[in-house]
């Protein structure tokens, strides 16, 4: 069984549209997380929810918009995709605590042509 | 300026070689973890240091986490293609719900 499972892997779509990617876990962790890792490799928060709610927005534009309508599953969506959105995209998921392990999805990668 | 800064940004050796992989701050934190990201992978837990001085092994890979607990160290004796990856070292922040990763280093042991 995937701990945290995304999808799709691939998706390639034109300038302006609209797109969803899923993510699911089910390791029972309150906290699920959306990454960002562009070209260099660096790999940057987005969003964290705790229990359904958002916690951390890290200066996202205002066209991605995570939904997490239970504490298993976090999805974004992205309105009017630009050329910059491309990257690969990382759904996590941990327990809260000191000693916290983020388990990672396989990643999207997201192509705007 | 990132929080965590890692250098070197690349390395590549051969195989049976020793490395070190830094990760440096000018802030303290709590703890520190070190990931490996294997290509189309995600990114996978190898150890978290928690103690100012701490010395983790893992096999051949030893970390280490300095005594001020701002910056860390993994070192890598006789390396192999296996090694090959992508490695990240990230620390919590906002109350242990945010891992934030450093600039990360990547690795290519040849055969």
């Known amino acids: 069984d995937t701990a945290v499972s995304q999808t799709p892997k691939y998706l390639v779509t034109q300038m302006g549209n609209d797109k969803s990617i899923k993510c699911e876990q089910n390791?029972?962790?309150?906290?699920m997380y959306w990454y960002k890792q562009d070209s260099k490799k660096f790999l940057k928060i987005m969003f964290s929810?705790?229990?359904?709610?958002?916690?951390i927005n890290e200066t996202v534009p205002n066209r991605f918009s995570p939904k997490s309508p239970d504490k298993a599953h976090l999805n974004l969506h992205i309105n009017s995709l630009e050329l910059g959105d491309s990257a690969v995209y990382f759904c996590?998921?941990?327990?809260?605590?000191?000693?916290?392990?983020?388990?990672f999805g396989q990643g999207t990668r997201l192509t705007v042509v | 300026t990132q929080l965590l800064e890692q250098s070197p940004q690349f390395l590549s050796i051969q195989e049976g070689e020793n490395l070190t992989v830094y990760c440096n701050s000018s802030?303290?934190?709590?703890?520190l973890q070190w990931y490996r990201q294997e290509p189309g992978e995600g990114p996978v837990l190898l150890v978290t240091?928690?103690?100012?001085?701490e010395v983790k092994k893992l096999k051949r890979l030893t970390f280490q986490f300095g005594d001020a607990r701002k910056d860390s160290s993994l070192h890598i004796t006789a390396a192999q293609p296996g090694d090959t990856g992508l490695y990240l070292c990230?620390?919590?922040?906002?109350?242990?719900?945010?891992?934030?990763f450093g600039t990360g280093t990547r690795l290519l042991v040849s055969p």
């Open positions: 996590a998921s941990s327990q809260v605590g000191l000693n916290t392990e983020a388990f």
């Open positions: 390791l029972g962790h309150d906290t």
């Open positions: 240091v928690v103690t100012g001085g």
């Open positions: 802030s303290v934190f709590s703890s």
């Open positions: 929810y705790n229990n359904k709610e958002l916690i």
């Open positions: 990230a620390t919590l922040r906002g109350g242990f719900q945010k891992l934030v």
